[in-house]
T-cell receptor, first 122, second 110 residues
Framework: QVHLVESGGGVVQPGRSLRLSCAASGFTFSSFGMHWVRQAPGKGLEWVAVISYDGSNKYYADSVKGRFTISRDISKNTLYLQMNSLRAEDTALYYC????????FGWGEDIWGQGTMVTVSS | QSALTQPPSASGSPGQSVTISCTGT?????????VSWYQQHPGKAPKLMIY???KRPSGVPDRFSGSKSGNTASLTVSGLQAEDEADYYC??????????FGTGTKVTVL
């Protein structure tokens, strides 16, 4: 069974940092790109970042560039999102998701976790 | 990276068809065939329904179909069923190694 389980969300003050994790199972984690996508309460989906299957390429939305860092530990089958300098507008449910395309980017996500909530508030 | 434009709502009776549009620019939808569509029920994670404009993942009913013309992609749901009532989002590769989602459409089955 293919599973993605996010963790690490919580309430954090503006300007502080938080690291999200996403544990993957049921597929060859090292063969697929991985994305983070967020959804503010009552709002639509927003793509955040993507990392290639081997971790060598990382790309970000303009809204988080320079503040967020995506990474992966293939030995632990785990994806991460380090979020620094958090702002109120970063408040959202953060999903990790698997790219559907083997060894490359299809820019579509076929497996999603259930999300972890991040609230940025003083 | 501006969001792709979708109508806020669409509706149809059971058995009818509904088509949702997703309008972008030549820098995203019009420039690449990496257009995907997602279904999201309340409180649930999104589900991939269409990828690469018109391809269906395994397990997605053939009632769901996708197409593209110029800068506008479309999702058609034929033979509407009660369980098709959900929010639908398009997404597209937007060049410069980025992705952009649509604004979302709430589909109501009357």
């Amino acid at each position: 069974q293919v599973h993605l389980v996010e963790s690490g969300g919580g309430v954090v003050q503006p300007g502080r940092s938080l690291r999200l994790s996403c544990a993957a199972s049921g597929f060859t984690f090292s063969s697929f790109g991985m994305h983070w996508v967020r959804q503010a309460p009552g709002k639509g989906l927003e793509w955040v970042a993507v990392i290639s299957y081997d971790g060598s390429n990382k790309y970000y939305a303009d809204s988080v560039k320079g503040r967020f860092t995506i990474s992966r530990d293939i030995s632990k089958n785990t994806l991460y999102l380090q979020m620094n300098s958090l702002r109120a507008e970063d408040t959202a449910l953060y999903y990790c998701a698997k790219d559907y395309l083997l060894w490359s980017f299809g820019w579509g996500e076929d497996i999603w976790g259930q999300g972890t909530m991040v609230t940025v508030s003083s | 990276q501006s969001a792709l434009t979708q109508p806020p709502s669409a509706s149809g009776s059971p058995g009818q068809s509904v088509t949702i549009s997703c309008t972008g620019t030549s820098s995203d939808v019009g420039g690449y065939n990496y257009v995907s569509w997602y279904q999201q029920h309340p409180g649930k994670a999104p589900k991939l329904m269409i990828y690469e404009v018109s391809k269906r993942p395994s397990g997605v009913p053939d009632r769901f179909s996708g197409s593209k013309s110029g800068n506008t992609a479309s999702l058609t749901v034929s033979g509407l069923q009660a369980e098709d009532e959900a929010d639908y989002y398009c997404s597209s590769f937007a060049g410069s190694n980025a992705c952009v989602f649509g604004t979302g459409t709430k589909v109501t089955v009357l």
